[in-house]
């Protein structure tokens, strides 16, 4: 993830969270970030084994982890071990990033409604401070394009659209009454009282994609939310935090993808599917309508049914039925 324009960080000193732990003396929180992004001063978290291979490679300069994983860290990082790694991870992330567990109406919100050479903007829309709107772009009415977006050259953005900390490239068409950007659905569960996990991330929109009306992609939570070039995404399809989209695919109506899960290029996927959560899609992949993903997909596979297998096993499954 690049510099973070959507929400200010605040200095924290390191002892505050780790007075315990003997850290190396010249590390400070520079930031927070994923295994694989996270550099020298970046304090980063490994909670699970199916990211060992990110953990061995990592430049982070500490880690939050538990014991039993430790000893999978790159050399260079310094293991800080604690009981759970997730709640550990969001009372920094709540420390760092104080205004990123909710999302808070933008203040700095104006009416704007003329049209100029470059940009069209019909009636009645709000856009915040330092946002950025390219060439030949059309928003559509009772819009609201919140501070810090930047929308690329030739985009058509519907009405009763909301976008907040999102960058959208260029040839882009959002259909009416999509949000975008929002905070996504995370907390620690608490004997008394939920822990809300900030998010952090955002949502990145990349050139040529069409997505309908209705749809929902959250932001990313430490990581970013991403839809590859040329890619559609049909009417009332939810995206969750951190999910990554790949080129050229395509999704139908009402299919949900839980968080973190990687879907690659050529993907097509069938009407009310659902892809649960840190699953790896690969290339070239058909899902049927209705299905439910619940482990990793090979390239080239076909799959359907629940949970979602190759279609000549689903075929032959249910002709022993019915004979």
Not at 173 to 183: A, E, H, M, P, Y
Not at 198 to 219: L, M, Q, S
């Amino acid at each position: 993830m690049s510099t973070n324009i959507f929400f200010k960080k605040k200095k924290i000193s390191t002892k505050i969270f780790f007075n315990k732990h003997k850290l190396h003396k010249n590390f400070f929180i520079n930031d927070i970030k994923t295994l694989t992004l996270s550099k020298k001063n970046d304090l980063s978290f490994f909670e699970s084994i199916k990211y060992k291979s990110d953990a061995i490679k990592t430049e982070a300069g500490a880690c939050l982890t538990t014991k039993k994983l430790s000893n999978f860290l790159s050399k260079t990082t310094q293991p800080i071990i604690v009981d759970n790694v997730l709640f550990e991870l969001a009372k920094i992330l709540k420390a760092l990033y104080p205004d990123a567990d909710i999302d808070y109406p933008d203040n700095t919100l104006k009416l704007i409604s003329k049209k100029n050479k470059s940009v069209t903007l019909n009636t009645n829309v709000l856009i915040g401070k330092n946002v950025k709107i390219g060439k030949g772009s059309i928003i559509g009415s009772n819009t609201i394009i919140e501070k810090n977006v930047q929308i690329g050259n030739k985009c058509v953005i519907g009405s009763n659209v909301i976008i907040k900390n999102s960058i959208i490239e260029n040839n882009v068409v959002i259909q009416d009454n999509c949000k975008i950007g929002q905070k996504g659905f995370g907390f620690i569960p608490l004997k008394n009282k939920n822990f809300k996990f900030p998010h952090i991330g955002k949502v990145v929109i990349e050139d040529n994609v069409e997505i309908a009306t209705g749809c929902t992609i959250d932001r990313g939570s430490i990581d970013d939310t991403v839809i590859g070039k040329n890619t559609y995404i049909d009417n009332q399809v939810h995206i969750a935090h951190n999910v990554r989209i790949g080129n050229n695919c395509m999704i139908a109506g009402q299919v949900g993808f839980a968080g973190s899960s990687r879907i690659g290029n050529y993907v097509s996927i069938g009407g009310q599917a659902g892809v649960s959560g840190h699953l790896k899609i690969g290339d070239n992949v058909k899902i049927g309508g209705g299905s439910g993903v619940v482990k990793d997909i090979e390239d080239n596979q076909i799959v359907m049914g629940y949970p979602a297998v190759p279609l000549k096993d689903f075929l032959k499954k249910n002709k022993d039925k019915n004979e």
